[in-house]
């Protein structure tokens, strides 16, 4: 099987062609460099992303945040939903952890910039 993807790994979003037998790539053209072949990799075996948005302190000023790492694919909804479900006291300071493991992923969640108030 064939499958056509865009490499999410920088701005040129290269056109990826990917050979896939099973759940693994067996060949990848179109990729610019190491990054796409391996994203293509990836995203047929087992796709992750990472997640950003924003956790509501208790005064209700919104704090944006993101997983420190990516999480699977198929836990994104999971994850924005316990992030939405936090509150958070203030101040809160860039890469301060807000959820020690998003919806039992393993994956902490941190703020992406510090927010006072
Ligand atoms: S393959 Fe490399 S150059 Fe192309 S979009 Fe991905 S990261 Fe960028």
Known sequence: MTRSMI???CPMGCELT???EGSRAVSVTGNTCGIGKKYAETEVS???RMVTTTVLSDGG???PVKT???VPKDRVFDVVRAVK???VALPVGMGDVVLDDAAATGVPVIATMAVTG
Request: glycine share 6%; hydrophobic share 45%.
């Open 46 to 48: 087992a796709p992750t």
């Open 85 to 87: 479900a936090r509150r």
């Open 7 to 9: 490499c999410i790994g």
């Open 68 to 70: 420190k790492t990516a």
């Open 61 to 63: 000023v919104p704090v």
């Open 18 to 20: 990917v050979e896939v």
